[in-house]
């Protein structure tokens, strides 16, 4: 299966700088998705990186805060804008392969820990 | 809108006990996924059911799906604390791209 590097593992950031969270893959992937998660709780999807166009926000997400960029099948790039102490999370990276039907599993990135002071 | 009631939320049980989580729906899933996440790792997935009333067994770990593919339940034997984690899981619905989470079950097995 796909093997995911996630940088950085963890920040502590100043409110209203910017941090980017790196996704690299080390085969090429159909989909790439980026979620925030809050420690012990689920998981809350943020976009769908598309490759060679705007990614797809969920509702409550827009491309100003969260821009997201995707430039080739194996990397994707999540920025946090403008830093607020409600963005302390936990960001995660998930693809899904190309041999794999998505309904079949996602592989995950070990998340990038955001705390923001 | 699709929902994925999982429960419990919270569970603490001594070793060697029996447990069942469960995750519940109205609506029809595709495919219904779990994943167990460690502290510091991404959720890693454990297995995918597909056909209605399937059953999986991984180890101690046996996963069941619904008749209807509506719900599924993970049912662990003799709980060990390296099955210590957060479970979750997720149904794949209208698009196989998108899931559907549940709230996740957090799992502490003392020793």
């Known amino acids: 299966s796909a093997v995911i590097s996630q940088k950085p593992s963890r920040d502590i950031c100043q409110r209203g700088t910017s941090l980017t969270i790196q996704c690299q893959v080390d085969?090429?992937?159909?989909?790439m998705f980026w979620y925030r998660q809050q420690p012990g709780q689920s998981l809350t999807l943020i976009a769908t990186a598309n490759q060679g166009s705007e990614a797809t926000y969920e509702s409550g997400f827009v491309i100003d805060k969260f821009p997201i960029s995707r430039p080739n099948l194996t990397f994707s790039t999540l920025t946090v804008s403008n830093m607020s102490p409600e963005d302390s999370s936990i960001y995660l990276c998930s693809v899904v392969p190309l041999d794999r039907d998505a309904a079949y599993g996602y592989t995950f990135g070990s998340g990038t820990r955001l705390t923001v002071v | 809108t699709q929902l994925l009631e999982q429960s419990p939320q919270f569970l603490s049980i001594q070793e060697g006990e029996n447990l069942t989580v469960y995750c519940n729906s109205s609506s029809v899933f595709s495919s219904l996924q779990w994943y167990r996440q460690e502290p510091g790792e991404g959720p890693v997935l454990l297995v995918t059911v597909v056909t209605g009333g399937e059953v999986k067994k991984l180890k101690r770990l046996t996963f069941q799906f619904g008749d209807a593919r509506k719900d599924s339940s993970l049912h662990i034997t003799a709980a060990q604390p390296g099955d210590t984690g957060l479970y979750l899981c997720?149904?794949?619905?209208?698009?196989?791209?998108?899931?559907?989470w549940g709230a996740g079950t957090k799992l502490i097995i003392k020793p």
């Open positions: 085969s090429q992937v159909t989909m």
């Open positions: 997720a149904g794949a619905g209208d698009s196989n791209y998108q899931l559907i």
